[in-house]
């Protein structure tokens, strides 16, 4: 979104509210009538009303993880290091938490449940893609329902993350990323089994209804550590 976009006018000025009157009608109207948009064009440019100001929130934060990580020397880190520097590189650029509480707050709700979801699930996919994740088969799928709730509960670890440089949270993080790594040599030792290829020509199969457009068709998982450079 440029500067000049309606969405991102509104955006900007609905976060000094956002802190106290959430990502609510309120909060909308408000940015409105700060930015001297119309109403008709504000309705057009967010037909659902506040919650698509906090996608919008939540899509420009994922913006602009990838833009950092573009600059990044990946290459220099060890594949676990990547991954946590991805997750924290995202929390680092929050400007304020307030703005990612109020998030949570909302999507919540059950008739927002669902673009919480999908949101969560983009921000685990582009940090995959950024990291140069190939993968083509069910590991597609794995990665990022595993990365989705790594991110998730750092989230909450760090809403509430009052030390030093959220040293705490980066802490937690290393350890759910461990156990992570440690579940990934369990799977490896079973994946190519009679036992795990059974399953990926019976009840396996269910993941073929949930494929997403584009998306890769499943087949048999690698490991987290196996995506290329």
């Known amino acids: 979104m440029s500067e000049t976009d309606p969405k991102t006018r509104l ?3 609905a976060k000094p509210h956002v802190p106290f009157d959430g990502w609510s009608e309120t909060t909308l109207r408000l940015a409105a009538e700060e930015t001297g948009i119309d109403r008709a064009l504000v309705d057009a440019v967010c037909p659902r009303g506040a919650v698509d ?6 899509e420009a934060g994922d913006a602009a993880m990838v833009a950092a990580l573009e ?8 594949f676990r290091d990547r991954v946590a520097f991805a ?5 680092d650029l929050v400007e ?7 998030g949570m707050t909302l999507f919540a709700l059950p008739q927002y449940a669902g673009d919480g979801t999908r949101a969560l699930w ?5 940090i995959w893609t950024a990291l140069g994740d190939t993968s083509q088969d069910i590991n597609w799928y794995t990665k990022r329902a595993t990365l989705s709730g790594v991110y998730s509960s750092t989230v909450l670890y760090w809403l509430g993350d009052e030390s030093e440089g ?3 949270t980066w802490a937690f993080l290393d350890r759910r990323i ?4 440690q579940f990934e040599k369990v799977k490896g030792r079973v994946t190519g089994s009679r036992l795990f290829e059974g399953f990926m020509n019976g009840p396996g199969r269910v993941f073929e209804h949930i494929r997403a457009p584009g998306a890769p068709r499943p087949g048999y998982p690698g490991h987290w550590g196996g995506t290329r450079r």
């Open 122 to 126: 983009r921000t685990a996919d582009r």
């Open 11 to 13: 955006l900007e000025a």
């Open 178 to 181: 461990d156990d992570v790594m």
């Open 71 to 78: 600059q990044a020397d990946l290459g220099a880190m060890r």
């Open 96 to 102: 304020d938490r307030e703005l990612v509480r109020r």
């Open 53 to 58: 100001l906090a996608l919008a929130y939540h």
């Open 87 to 91: 997750v924290r590189t995202r929390l």
């Open 166 to 168: 959220r040293e705490a």
